[in-house]
């Protein structure tokens, strides 16, 4: 079985290596493809990704290439994880807005748009290179904006499903706190990608969100750094990127004091790059943990095994809204649990949402429709409707500025 991870230059990659090493009965792969532009990183985290299935003792051979088409060629799935611009990019994400006043964050609000516009694009080239070399392959989209990358993909007719590791963060989260292996929980998970919310926790059936509630809910209050009467009044747990929303002009200030998450992530990667250069290593860096994406491996693997394998269980991930939530376009890209088969993902049955939830979602999902529209067509005035649309921008005088700013500082990565 072989698989193609395009971004495979990544400092995160060998967490997905560490992960199909250990589960290598659920997805028994025999080539692993790391594709990327980027020859140096790439040869230091091949190296390091050998050095580990090897001390594992797992068969499968590692290629490195630049070559998208001989790296898709034949796989049966691919994941796409890249980065259009790198940290420095990011970093423009995460503090040009501030200058507005916006939260500044790289996968909402005017930071995210400026990572889709940037990114989209590229992905739809890539997809069909597989489409081209490997036809039959599934591609699992872990790339930011999930949502808006996922969307675009399935409009343009790919085998694709959209992957994020906050439910299963959640899910394993509070297993912990039961004393129970994740398998045992279930999420009542609802929303989109990266604005979502935990309105029911099931264990053999029951709901013990409330009990959780009761006995946890400062600690968990204070993972997410909201209130926790805000917690313990809605009985539910919000995803942490709900907090740009709930305390947005309080993250605000805190942003504009403290240096940029894309500012600590690039020293990590200087001193991970450091350690995967080191032929003695051949483990996941501790130091690997503090860089974001917990339990994506464990994620990865599950999803594609059950694509593959056709198991038909139960895992969140990004698809097809189809009636789903009924005050969203059935075209609409939603994250909540859904039925994994050689098919692809039917999402199960979802109670009705209560209109606090339901209005920001149907509003977000309408930018997400402009957003994809300004990264497939270009065009400022595009852009600009988009951030007018966003909750978190929403003012005509910001988005006119706020565009303006992304446009020249993403100008060289934007064909149009």
């Not at 090897?54 to 490195?64: E, I």
């Not at 129970?180 to 279930?186: C, D, M, N, R, V």
């Not at 990590?268 to 995967?276: F, V």
Request: hydrophobic residues 45%; charged residues 20%.
């Amino acid at each position: 079985m072989k698989l193609a991870v395009v971004g495979g230059g990544s400092t995160y990659t060998p967490e997905l290596i560490d992960g199909f090493a250990r589960l290598r009965d659920d997805l028994p792969l025999t080539e692993i493809a790391l594709i990327d532009p980027d020859a140096e990183r790439l040869d230091l985290v091949a190296g390091v990704a050998r050095r580990m299935l090897a001390k594992a003792g797992h068969p499968a051979k590692v290629v490195a290439t630049a070559d998208v088409a001989a790296g898709v060629k034949d796989a049966q799935a691919v994941l796409f994880q890249l980065r259009v611009g790198g940290q420095a990019a990011r970093n423009v994400d995460e503090t040009l807005p501030l200058q507005c006043g916006c939260v500044g964050q790289e996968t909402t609000g005017a930071g995210g748009l400026a990572k889709a516009l940037r990114t989209v694009p590229l992905v739809l080239e890539l997809a069909e290179q597989v489409r081209t070399h490997a036809p039959d392959a599934w591609i699992v989209d872990f790339t930011n904006p999930v949502g808006i990358v996922t969307r675009a993909l399935l409009d343009a007719g790919h085998r694709a499903i959209g992957l994020c590791n906050v439910a299963i963060g959640f899910q394993r989260r509070f297993a912990a706190r039961l004393g129970l292996t994740p398998e045992q929980i279930q999420l009542g998970h609802v929303g989109l990608n990266h604005l979502t919310w935990e309105r029911a926790v099931y264990v053999d059936g029951e709901n013990v969100l409330p009990k959780l509630l009761a006995d946890s809910a400062q600690e968990i209050a204070d993972d997410l750094k909201l209130p926790v009467e805000l917690i313990t009044r809605l009985q539910v747990v919000p995803s942490y990127y709900l907090r740009y929303f709930y305390a947005h002009d309080l993250v605000v200030e805190e942003q504009k004091s403290a240096p940029s998450r894309a500012a600590e992530v690039a020293a990590m990667e200087e001193e991970l790059l450091k350690l995967y250069a080191d032929p003695a290593v051949d483990t996941k860096p501790e130091l690997l943990g503090k860089r974001g994406g917990a339990f994506y491996s464990e994620a990865a693997v599950a999803l594609i095994a059950s694509l593959l394998g056709d198991r038909g269980d139960v895992q969140v991930v990004n698809t097809r809204n189809n009636g789903t939530l009924p005050f969203l376009a059935d075209d609409a890209v939603i994250e909540v649990p859904a039925k994994i088969t050689a098919t692809g993902a039917v999402p199960l049955p979802v109670e009705p949402v209560e209109p606090l939830y339901a209005g920001l979602i149907a509003a977000v999902s309408a930018y997400e429709e402009l957003a994809l529209e300004a990264a497939r067509y270009g065009g400022a005035d595009r852009v600009r409707n988009a951030l007018l649309a966003h909750p978190l921008v929403g003012q005509e005088a910001i988005a006119a500025e706020l565009t303006g700013l992304l446009l020249e500082a993403n100008g060289k990565y934007l064909k149009w």
